[in-house]
């Protein structure tokens, strides 16, 4: 085990050791080559590229590979003739640039964060511009320590020192970087990397026009200064098309270019001092370095949002794609803008079709009574112009597809406060459609198996207490009786549930006659008045003089007025007053029937015409409602094409209010009549 791990370390040594030796050899031999170029003061160098393989080596490999640097440093300038200590100050000046830089630049986020600006202006500042300045102070300070350089040239060294390591660090070591991060074949594109020979041929080309006579035998006198901007739009196309990595490279091609032409005296900053020179050079490819890299990595930046963008927004179209229910979505003025795959199925539909066509051009949409609807009122336009969210059940029938029933929700699509779309989620309930319809087809069968004996009963029970009640002790008469009264009860609830079921299977006749509805209204009161004389309530009329003929099924005048008014009476205390208003209204005729009985408590009003709903206060009243009344009524008011609300607060009482079309209801047939009992 101890081999096992002794091994281990040898290896990890090893690896360090190569490594060291490796990053030595390289800094040494750039730095001997740096050295070549008219050193200021022996020294101080405008190219000084050690710095930034420094920089990248620190960076790559971590701290702990200083001895590389100080060693390359130290030997270099100790081997080039600088005393000792010189030479150890000179070492020591420069590692410690490479791991301050890279400490400092990481300390505030240098490659920890996602933004590419940020990285770029933290290496500017602590790589390039920072730890560079305490070398070259280190490092001119140790040679005038030494006695190698005066005060007088002190500053023209340091200044040469700071530039020549400035652009070490942000040529060399970005390029080191960025390339170590990036090369990778798997995004290789042919294309792109076609563009990229081209681009960078035309940039040798004009490199060597710009700074060299390598074409033509140019004098210097010919030289145009203003040359030099003719390598700008080519940075540009570099970070445009290329990002960070493609600058980086263009900047070191032109920066080799260009210091060759320079030491060779050619090109536009060949002429005079070849230190001076330099520096002018230097100042420019800072300029042109700093400047493209920030703009690609703006560029890359920008870039890479729109790719996060781009993924989230494939991520959300694979959700909805995927949803087990159909989804369309439409712009305001109802094109398709999606339309998920359970939707193409369920429609029929190929996307290519739908995508860019109006919802009504290729979905064909009916209402729960398979009436097809018109663009006015399908529920997108009622979405739009409500701005509420609509739940409620339709027919597709698709081009080439079987009729279905849906459940849809249609809802508005909220985006900065303002309405941008639509959304349908609808699920097929073909099925649970079927279901219900056999339970009120059962259950009408039944109702109506059991109405015969019920009404047998009726009659016998009746008879006993009329015709034969003499013959009966009173304790027999009070046993028929109530059994009359419970059969009674029966066959209320059973009409109801007949009734209901045949509202529910869509299947009752509306047969409007022409008809008085003073004279109606009246029946229904004469009907209802054992009812109100029990509990000695007083029915107002309150009749509007002039009320004319209009075209409505009496039969279901009867039920609704009937229902409306013996809810009234049942859900007020003895001896009130329930006051029926009939108003004829411009186009529509009105009843009110306004009560001052228990009334409804405001949370559960809305569900008060919901099938087999009673309020907590009327089921105390009257244990044995069933729920069913107001259910059939707003069905049938709503199938006439009349409407019906009401207004009610607990304790105080409430009102009904019906009004139905004057010119007169919907007309249908064939089917079965409502029962009014
Ligand atoms: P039922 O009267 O048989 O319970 P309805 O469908 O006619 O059934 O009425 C449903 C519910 O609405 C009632 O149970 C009651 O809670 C409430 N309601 C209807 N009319 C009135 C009214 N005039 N005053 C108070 N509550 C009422």
Redo the contacts with the bound molecule.
Sequence with gaps: MTKFFREQIEKINLIYGVKLVVLFLIYFATAKLGLQFDAVSGFATLVWPPTGIAIAGILIFGYRYWPAIFLGAFLVNFSTGAPALVALGIGLGNMLEAVIGVFLARRFGFMREKGELKNILLFIFFCVLGSTALAATIGVTSLWLGGIVSLATYKATWIAWWVGDALGALIVGNLIINFRERLSLKNFKLKKAAEGILFFLILIVCNLFVFTNFFTTKTIETNNPIIVYTIFPLLIWASLRFGKSGAVLAVFVTSVISIWGTVLKQGPFGVGELSDNLLLLQGYIGVIAGTSMILSAVIEERLKTERELTNERNKDEAILESIGEGVIITDTNGVILMINRSAQIMLGLEPARAIGSYYEKVIHIEDKRETPLVIANCPFTLVLSSNKVITDNYYFRPRNNKKFAVNMTTSPIVFEQKVVGVIDVFRDITHEIEIDKAKSEFVSLASHQLRTPLTTMKWYSRALMKEESEKLSPKQLEYVKEMYHNNERMIELINSLLNVSRIELGRFIIKPVEINIREIANEVIHDITPYTDGKKIVIKKHYDEKIPLAMIDPNLLKIILQ??L???I???KKHATVNFYIENKEKEILFI?A?K????AKN?QEK??TKM???D???MI?PE?????????KSIIEQSGGRIW?S?AINE??T?YVALPLLGTIKREPGSRLIYS
């Design positions: 229902n409306l013996a809810n009234s049942k859900y007020s029937i009560d009985g228990c009334g409804i559960q008060i015409f709903f009673r309020t206060n009327a089921r009257d409602g069933s729920g069913l009344g107001l259910y059939i009524v009401f009610s009482g409430s009904f």
